[in-house]
């Protein structure tokens, strides 16, 4: 299975998103679609246009605009930590989406930490 993402501007980077295509998903992010820097509202409601599920390091505003309205594709954030040891590597965030898909667990309407599935 794969997924339409779309990737925050804060998650774009080009590695994750050759490596994201490489696992077979379809892969959009803030800058192929010209809305950098615009509000993080703005990015929720493209996703929902677009049917895609948002991937984001923005935790605690999408959080907050998921408790707001959570009619949506799905956002599946990544915590950073002050330690970099804990962080997720770009390989960990893959690997991290393939072990969700795996669980066939449906995204749609859903807040999901990737780090959770970091195993």
């Known amino acids: 299975m794969s997924l339409r993402l779309l990737i925050d501007e804060d998650s774009q980077a080009k590695l994750l998103v050759n490596l994201l ?3 077979g998903h379809d892969v959009v992010t ?8 615009s509000d993080d509202t703005v990015v929720l409601d ?5 049917e895609r599920v ?15 309205n959570s009619i949506h594709p799905g956002i599946l954030a990544i915590y950073q930590d002050n ?14 989406i393939a ?21």
């Open 99 to 119: 072990n969700l898909e795996a669980a066939n667990i449906p995204l749609i309407n859903q807040f999901i930490s990737l780090n959770h599935w970091n195993y």
């Open 21 to 23: 295509r490489k696992a």
């Open 83 to 96: 330690y970099s040891s804990k962080n997720m590597l770009l390989k960990d965030i893959v690997k991290a």
């Open 46 to 50: 493209c996703a929902r246009k677009q």
């Open 54 to 68: 948002l991937l984001t390091q923005n935790c605690q505003d999408f959080e907050t605009l998921h408790q707001l």
């Open 30 to 37: 803030i800058n192929e679609l010209e809305l950098s820097g």
